[in-house]
């Protein structure tokens, strides 16, 4: 009996971690991409509206989970497209 619960505890936390995962990963990825083209409309609304005496400066403060996923589409084709 303990080793039926034991086992069946263990497969229902296996199946949680791997779904969590799973739509973890896809929220991410959601969010990375309606990040990005929010930091890359504010460049283009600063580069817009710049005056020639100042360098335009965007700062974008990103949680750690997020940092490579947005520097990935920082660095590739416009996302919004």
């Known amino acids: 009996l303990l ?3 034991l086992s069946s ?6 199946e949680f971690a791997v779904l969590g995962r ?4 896809t929220i991410l ?9 929010s ?4 460049c283009e ?4 509206n710049q005056n020639g005496n100042n360098k335009p400066v965007v700062v974008a403060v990103l ?7 947005i520097k990935r589409l920082m660095t590739t084709a416009s996302t919004s497209e």
């Open 29 to 37: 990825a959601e969010r990375n991409v309606v990040l990005a083209d």
């Open 9 to 14: 505890s263990l497969s229902i936390l296996l």
């Open 3 to 5: 080793q039926d619960i």
């Open 63 to 69: 949680g750690m989970a997020h940092c490579n996923g």
């Open 45 to 48: 609304q600063v580069k817009k």
């Open 39 to 42: 930091i890359r409309l504010q």
């Open 22 to 25: 799973v739509f973890l990963v």
